[in-house]
């Protein structure tokens, strides 16, 4: 029902506002000018006759001055005018070259001078330097920046980075999507940007990237832009970050066109860093990688009808062979010869142990030798055999594949012995074809009404690097998006104008995988990504979507005495068809930790060395020879079923796309007053109204969670703190939602979101001669300050989550239902070949299970439930953003302005576990488990023996486990677990037993926990601590799923969690064109802080790791934002050199060698910022939630400043510190506690 209202109250609000349509300019890509006309007195005139226009455009409006002496032109277009302002008893004034730039409110006072009519006062002129209007912040820039600015791939999202305040990280076909860094603009996260071209919005609605329009735009097609970074008036929104408006250029009444051609090679490229490396090497020579662009196209604009209808067209295409620096990781030659190697224990005193391991040779299975440094231990072939329970020792057909791969040349990434990198040259290709075109036509002779159409498409086909050298590319990615808008002009009155926008823009994405066929077995640690952010999936599934948007926008402006009334609204109707591939095929995996033994160095595992007399593997080296000795055994410990449904529960067929239709409207009204309060003091107020539908699948194929689960994980809270543990936790159930079915969605309508503005522009006079010199005269300093609420836009973004991790009973993926042993796992018989039973011929393999809704995810008893879900608690995150600045106008173009500006936000989107195991409190001490476990982990991070355990040693924190871990029975004791340490052994002493299991999984502690709450340290699927007596076994006093929820170990999802703050001071130094010189230059000074940082595009566990890692302390990862950068400039500049008619040298040249010497310019840009905060990486160790391991923790100080080390491993690496394996460099770490 409280849908069924706010839809009901949207359509009332629709149908007031399109009734009355006629009134304001939002983002509608127009411009207003406004103004004062006095005598030389200083006195007002009033009924003074205004005149603005344009001939080139046939553009003409006509005003008279008010009461007060003002004038106002409202929805003008962006251009070059002539201002003339005609009263009896003065000469006429005439203003000419007045540029008026979009979305920037322009102030120009006008002194009449007593003379005759017909005698005309001619100023060249340009508005005012500094903003008087308003407290908007943000340069706007003209044609002339727009095509004479260097950009590279003359990209002109890159042009409008060019401000205060906003991030940047380049454009670069490396980048990933998941960085979502650049574009983050005063505080605000990346995907709130919001882009409009023409008026209408242009946005990418899918992944939110910022200063991106899905429709084509070029430098010769854009006529000017602005980006508001911050103090928005209500007639802006959709999102709460910068506002960017784009207008396409019109056609004149002369015809204008260009040709040209950009050609860009390899000859002045020098090489990436890492490929020469790579190149050296190997012996290869250096050479860089290829870069050849070509951009080519053509423009034309001019009359249809004189006067009447104009038209420009414009069309590029974009021709790109390029290769990018690719790695990937690689089989060592050793290992691919059955031979692996491992680090041996270090010494206490931080040495390696030369002596149990003094290195030398060991023969491979081709008969090759290999060298082995002291300090590390090899096993080959025949070693491995004997370890091995099946004795097989390497498998052939994984021999076989590893001899696909090329030989390694490059040691950033892998663990330089057995897993190593190899670095090569991607090609890379890219061809573009755009096409652009504009027509404009006035209705009336007058010009009071016009309409406009414009229509863009796109045809874009971009293939990325291939897995390795000689194969096809991972992904290749074809947009074919297009898009058309109908603009409506009417003034209707010369005080009164509405302006009407309709657009169509219909993203299409495709991006097409190498592999849509068949499953595939990965090897973790290889060729699943695990070690790299750029080492890729070896095998990657198509997937494509198009995003059809209506845009409904009206404007309506009424200027009455000093106020100037806006208001208008914003309507979006969004629809997202979609096919994938990516949850279409079941997988397997070669995976240590989900063997009995949750790995295999330090473990009772029977292919740990130590175990077989052999030197045993140092604590920092164990996934490193755990994941290659699975891997080259081919132990597929792992096995990952996906089946699909319908909404009836029908299964559907094998390897087919799922396909889904998702639905969002958005709704937006405002109101505002422009208020001439004095002469020298505006104030604006406003009032914004945003409702933004949550997602719907338009076909009924949604599913949610029948109860909220934001209330289930606040309950799992409160019975935690008194006590109770996760096994009263209600069972989730999934049924069929959302409008389509006539149920609740994913979440509630925000029916709350009012987003008031209030601003003001004071431009003091002082009669002080002091104060005058400093600040100027009337009108030359400016000071300016804004406060808003903003909302950010939700929804569309989340859907990429909702459709692929959030289908529970739709797409329902399992993991096999046993934990194997090494004994006992299936081997690789073939890549493509998904193992359906162990080697006890017992079922591994899930069964498909039944569909149909309600749908209740099944216990989980082995800790391999790890997934997504959905918080119904979702509410629209909001932020209060304030501005204050003083700006001064220099004379001759020049203004500088300083500025203080700030964000504070809440109800951020974070990614949280809603499923994380209880922070279980012991009532009878209020000890908490992170408490208890962490004293235990210092223990055994100190190398604390058994024998040494106490409750005096432990501390206080000892009476936790007396009091959690249930009594023996009379009789028995606790058995010591056989896959760790002291197999064989007991104890009495509950401390003890559950150290054995903690020192076991030391940094792994979530695994130890699992063993005694769920599958017992015997891994026999009896909770808790086994008896010596073989039957009986020793849970918690709360039974087993005390700490564990019963259906998940981990179920992740997006909150409204998060908060920020964000403060900085910004400087703008700006010189407008004058005497052949143009800049500007900004500064930013600024600190960001949240707890997580990402865009909602990024999908779980996925962006840059600043996800919430405990989630009964988010505040613990409350830091600076990840896109924090403390200083920031950049700066831009155009300067004409004095050359050709007209100019110092050669003024009075003839036309042929005007055309030779003249118009020459030099024009750059340059950046330089702080960089980027880092995190040291925790490892592949899970002490607090199983699924995201977090960062190490620093203990010492640490030196940086080089990327060069003659110390480094191998000597000459990459690393940002000074001694990366020194006291200043990774010892100034250690791993995290729980």
């Known amino acids: 029902m409280r849908t069924i209202r706010a839809m009901g109250l949207v359509f009332v609000l629709m149908l007031a506002v399109m009734a009355g349509a006629t009134v304001g300019w939002a983002q509608t890509g127009t411009t207003s000018l406004r103004g004062t006309i006095s005598d030389k007195s200083g006195a007002v005139v009033v009924g003074a006759k205004v005149t603005l226009a344009n001939p080139a455009q046939a553009f003409q409006r006509e005003s008279l001055t008010g009461e007060s002496g003002q004038y106002e032109f409202q929805a003008v277009p962006p251009g070059t005018y002539v201002l003339t302002v005609e009263m009896a008893g003065f000469r006429k004034a005439e203003q000419k070259n007045l540029q008026l730039l979009v979305n920037t409110p322009a102030t120009m006072n006008v002194t009449l001078v007593i003379g005759a009519a017909t005698e005309t006062v001619e100023v060249t002129a340009q508005a005012e330097a500094i903003n008087t209007a308003d407290a908007t912040l943000g340069i706007a820039f003209g044609e002339s920046q727009v095509k004479q600015l260097p950009m590279e791939g003359r990209n002109v999202p890159d042009l409008l980075t060019l401000q205060a305040g906003v991030v ?135 009359p249809v009808m004189k006067d009447r209808l104009f038209f420009f067209a414009n069309f590029e295409g974009y021709r790109k062979r390029e290769e990018s620096s690719v790695v990937r990781v690689v089989p060592s030659d050793a290992l691919r010869d059955g031979v692996i190697q491992y680090q041996c224990q270090t010494l206490a005193n931080g040495n390696p142990d030369t002596v149990s391991c003094p290195g030398g040779t060991v023969q491979g299975m081709s008969g090759a030798t290999y060298t082995v440094q002291a300090g590390n231990y090899a096993l080959n072939n025949t070693q491995l055999i004997a370890m091995d329970p099946l004795g097989i020792g390497m498998n052939s057909v994984v021999k076989t594949y590893f001899n696909t791969f090329p030989h390694s040349n490059d040691q950033t990434v892998g663990d330089s012995l057995n897993f190593q ?145 806006q208001f208008g609204t914003n309507i979006r109707f969004i629809r997202n068809p979609r096919k994938s591939f990516q949850n279409s095929f079941s997988g397997a995996t070669t995976n240590s930790s989900g063997l009995n033994t949750a790995g295999i160095a330090n473990t009772s595992s029977p292919l740990d060395p130590a175990n077989n007399g052999y030197p045993a593997i140092d604590g920092s080296f164990g996934n490193s020879y755990n994941w290659p000795i699975v891997a080259m055994m081919g132990i597929v410990s792992e096995a990952d079923a996906t089946f699909n449904y319908d909404k009836n529960g029908n299964p559907l067929p094998l390897n087919s796309a799922v396909q889904r239709r998702w639905g969002a409207n958005e709704f937006e009204f405002y109101f505002q007053d422009s208020y001439k309060v004095k002469s ?158 162990d080697q006890n011929s017992q079922p591994f393999f899930p069964s498909a299970p039944q569909g149909g809704f309600p749908y209740t995810p099944p216990p989980d008893p082995f800790g391999l439930a790890i997934q997504w879900g959905l918080d119904s608690s979702i509410r629209t995150p909001y932020s209060y953003t304030m501005d204050f600045s003083v700006g001064r106008d220099l004379g001759k173009g020049f203004s500088v302005e300083v500025s203080y500006v700030g964000r504070l936000s809440h109800r951020l989107l974070a990614q949280e576990d809603l499923a994380m195991p209880l922070n279980l409190v012991d009532t009878k001490t209020g000890i908490t488990y992170f408490q208890a476990a962490r004293r235990l982990s210092e223990l055994a991070a100190a190398g604390t023996p058994i024998s040494s355990i106490n409750a005096a040693l432990v501390g206080s924190t000892a009476a936790y486990w007396q009091d959690m871990i249930a009594p023996l029975v009379s009789g028995d004791s606790y058995a010591y677990s056989p896959y760790c340490a002291n197999p064989g052994g007991s104890t009495a002493d509950p401390i003890q037993a559950v150290y054995d299991s903690f020192s076991c999984m030391n940094f792994n502690e979530t695994t130890a926990l699992w063993m005694i709450d769920q599958v017992g340290n015997d891994f026999s699927g009896n909770a808790g601590i086994a008896g010596t007596s073989g039957t009986n076994y020793y849970p918690t006093k709360l039974g087993p799923n005390a700490f564990f929820n ?87 500049w155009i300067v004409e050199l004095p050359f050709g008619k007209g100019k110092l040298i050669g003024k009075n040249v003839q036309s042929w060698m005007n055309a030779v010497i003249g118009d020459w310019q030099l024009s750059g840009l340059a950046r330089l910022t702080s960089g980027f905060p880092v995190s040291v990486n925790n490892g592949a160790t899970w002490p607090t939630n199983w699924q995201l391991g977090g960062g190490a923790v620093q203990i010492g100080p640490f030196s940086t400043g080089t990327t060069y080390n003659a110390a480094g491993t191998p000597a000459g690496s990459v690393s940002i510190f000074t001694d990366p394996n020194g006291a200043t460099g990774i010892q100034a770490f250690r791993h995290a506690y729980p």
Do not use: C
């Open 421 to 565: 990198g190899y670095r090569f040259r991607g090609a890379v290709p890219t061809n573009n074809n755009w096409y652009i075109a504009r027509l404009d036509y006035k209705l009336t002779g007058n010009g009071n009404h016009t309409i406009f159409a414009r229509g863009a498409v796109r045809n874009d086909v971009h293939s990325g690097a291939p897995y390795l050298p000689g194969t096809s590319p991972l992904q290749s990615n074809v947009d074919y998006s297009k898009g058309i808008t109908l603009g409506y002009t009417a003034i209707l009155r010369s005080n009164l104008v509405n302006n009407f926008r309709w657009g169509f823009t219909r993203q299409s994405i495709g991006i097409l995988g190498n592999n849509d066929s068949q499953p595939f077995i990965f090897f973790r640690g290889l060729n699943d990504n695990e070690t790299a952010a750029n080492s890729s999936l070896a095998v990657t599934r198509s997937h494509d979507y198009q995003t059809p948007v209506n845009n409904f926008v009206d404007d309506i402006s009424w200027s009455k005495s000093k106020h100037t009334y």
């Open 168 to 302: 940047y990280t380049g454009n670069r076909d490396d980048i990933s999507l998941a960085d979502t860094r650049s574009g983050s603009v005063n505080g605000a996260r990346s995907d709130q940007s919001n882009i409009t071209l023409d008026g209408v919005d242009v946005n990418d609605q899918v992944n939110g990237t910022a200063f991106t329009s899905v429709l084509p735009v070029t430098l010769d097609s854009v006529q000017e832009f602005r980006v508001t970074t911050t103090g928005s008036n209500a007639d802006a929104g959709r999102s709460s970050g910068a506002q960017v408006a784009l207008v396409t250029k019109s056609g004149t009444n002369n015809f204008h066109g260009s040709l040209y051609e950009y050609h860009r090679n390899t000859i002045t490229s020098a090489n990436d860093y890492f490929v020469k490396q790579a190149e050296l090497t190997s012996g290869d020579p250096n050479v860089a990688p290829k870069l050849i662009r070509n951009i080519f196209g053509g423009s034309v604009g001019g």
């Open 1046 to 1132: 019963q259906q998940f170990k981990s179920l992740y999802a997006w909150r409204s969690k998060g908060n920020a703050n964000y403060h900085a001071m910004q400087v703008n130094i700006r010189k407008k064109m004058a005497h052949g010189v143009q800049f500007d230059f900004n500064y930013t000074f600024s600190k960001s802080i949240d707890i997580f940082s990402d865009a909602e595009r990024v999908g779980p566990w996925s962006g840059l790791g600043g996800q919430v890692i405990n989630s009964w302390d988010p505040n613990a990862r409350r830091a600076v934002s990840d896109f924090n950068l403390k200083h920031q400039i950049n700066a831009n």
């Open 680 to 837: 020298n003091l505006t104030v604006t107020y406003g009032l914004r109204y945003s409702l933004f539908s949550p997602p719907w699948e338009t076909t009924g194929t949604e599913v949610a969670p029948t109860f909220n689960l934001g209330d289930w994980f606040q309950t799992r809270a409160n019975n935690a703190a008194q006590g109770i543990g996760s096994n009263v936790d209600p069972a989730i159930t999934f049924d069929l939602a959302g409008a389509a079915n006539g149920r609740k969605g994913y979440y509630d309508w925000d029916l709350k979101n009012f987003g008031p503005r209030l601003a003001f522009a004071y431009t003091p006079g002082f009669s002080s001669n002091l104060l005058r010199r400093v600040f100027g005269d009337k009108d030359k300093t400016v000071i300016r300050g804004g406060f808003g609420i903003v909302y950010d836009r939700v929804g569309a973004g989340l859907l990429n989550s909702f459709d692929q991790y959030g289908s529970f009973g739709l797409s329902t993926q399992l993991t096999n239902s046993v934990i194997p042993s090494v004994a006992t796992a299936p081997r690789v018989t073939g890549l493509n070949i998904i193992p359906q039973i």
